[in-house]
């Protein structure tokens, strides 16, 4: 018998898990929490209960007959939610509160890595304004400013100069611009090279990796303009060949889940690893406890097998099968209301878009519905991914697409993917 999953989040990573889940014959009903009306065309419930408040949502579990529930965004993980599901006896798929420091608190991830001998940027961890300055006009610049805590993929800096980098310090510590977390400061060595994500599902020190993908965080063309959540992503990546996947998976990941059981804290979830390729091997920029965004949207596609029987398989202590399609690219592009990543404009008009044989759109910050229109809520409204034979057709025809649409008030990178297409 199919099982009925709940998803938490409300985001294009949640759509696209949602509808993954869907495709396969191991679940029958998707629920998502709180989800978006750009997720009801596809057959995808919403549940109007915020993940902040177990005891409601563990009622409302139980209420509907929900068999297991998969946690998509950093919040709710790392504020506990997989431990208050387990407690409950509800299966949860994602990391405990302990495991997931590994994003949470960016000082714990890398003390666990210089504890361990994982290849990473030299860095230091400082507490007040100060002792940090000082140690940035002793140390020189570039160097990367990292709030310790989650700051929604905005919260790094990279100071090519000393006044960038006391202009960082002062927005953490003075303006107080991630709130607490920014009470606590990661101050790193610059790596110099490629960036590349690699997804993994673990449990304990068993671990299956997904395709490389990479995502592009600047706003704008050409690398420029603030940091945000991502605006776009493709995979695989042909820049990059299958060896630097396994140097990664014995280098890093292997020995990452090995050291978070030895030191009580098992992984079961998804452990990303942010990495930069340097000319010394692939070294990790950052950990996070969950599917990357917008990486997911261009990955979980690529699965052949059955994401609900492999996830239930692997919670329940089995051996999960996760097959993927290599013979096609996947590249979305983030639709972003004017303003993002600073003070997005809301109300704006957000194009519904059917799916087609080798394109979709996933939503994220949209309100209204699908029969009288969506508008954004939020600065990421959707992202729309295209297939192709090749990383230049999957290119092709999402800005072709995207191109022949009117949206006032959004706008959207044009050269995502272009690692790979100089390649």
């Known amino acids: 018998m199919a099982d009925k999953v709940l998803v938490i989040g409300s985001g294009a990573r949640e759509h696209v898990i949602a509808t993954t889940l869907l495709a396969g014959p191991g679940v029958d009903r998707v629920w998502c929490a709180p989800g978006n009306p750009g997720m009801e065309p596809d057959g995808i419930s919403l549940l109007q209960e915020d993940s902040s408040q177990p005891e409601k949502l563990i009622a409302a579990i139980r209420e509907l007959g929900i068999d297991w529930v998969f946690v998509g965004p950093e919040a709710p993980l790392t504020a506990g939610l997989v431990d208050e599901l387990q407690a409950a006896g509800i299966p949860a798929f994602g990391p405990t509160k302990a495991a997931a420091r590994i994003e949470g608190s960016k000082g714990f991830a890398k003390d666990l890595m210089r504890r361990h001998g994982i290849p990473t940027a030299d860095y230091a961890v400082f507490h007040d304004l100060e002792t940090a300055k000082a140690y940035v006009r002793s140390h020189g610049a570039p160097v990367v400013i990292k709030a310790d805590g989650l700051a929604a993929g ?9 006044d960038q980098a006391m202009q960082a310090l002062d927005a953490i510590f003075i303006d107080h611009k991630f709130g607490q977390a920014g009470a606590q400061v990661v101050i790193e060595d ?10 993994c599902f673990v449990r304990g020190e068993r671990f299956w990796p997904m395709p490389l993908s990479q995502d592009h965080k600047p706003a704008y063309d050409g690398d420029r303009g603030p ?10 990546l042909p820049q990059f060949g299958p060896e630097l996947t396994q140097k990664a998976l014995d280098a890093i990941v292997a020995p990452t889940v090995r050291a978070l ?8 979830g998804v452990l ?3 990495l930069m390729v340097t000319d010394q091997g692939p070294q990790v920029i950052e950990f996070n406890a969950r599917l990357g965004d917008p990486e997911t949207e261009v990955v979980l596609p690529a ?16 051996e999960p099968q996760f097959t993927w399609d ?3 690219s996947r590249l979305g592009v983030v639709l972003a209301a004017q303003g993002y990543p600073g003070s997005p404009k809301t109300g704006v008009p957000v194009p519904l878009i059917a799916p087609e044989s080798d394109l979709r759109a996933y939503y994220a910050g949209v309100s209204g519905s699908a029969s009288t229109g969506l508008t954004s809520s939020s600065g990421r409204t959707a992202l729309v991914v295209a297939q192709g034979d090749d990383l230049a057709q999957a290119a092709r ?16 990178r044009h050269d995502i993917g272009h690692h790979g297409l100089e390649a």
Request: aromatic fraction near 8%; charged fraction near 15%.
């Open 272 to 274: 990303y690893t942010g």
């Open 190 to 199: 610059q790596l110099v090279g490629q960036e590349c994500s690699l997804m």
């Open 397 to 412: 025809r999402v800005y072709d697409r995207l191109d022949g649409l009117s949206m006032p008030g959004l706008f959207y």
């Open 326 to 328: 290599s013979s096609h």
């Open 154 to 162: 905005k919260g790094v800096t990279v100071a090519a100069d000393l």
């Open 303 to 318: 699965l052949t097998s059955d994401l609900g029987t492999a996830i239930r398989t692997l919670m329940e202590g089995g």
């Open 227 to 236: 940091n945000t959540g991502g605006m776009g992503a493709y995979s695989p």
């Open 261 to 268: 059981a030895q030191e009580g804290s098992p992984f079961t």
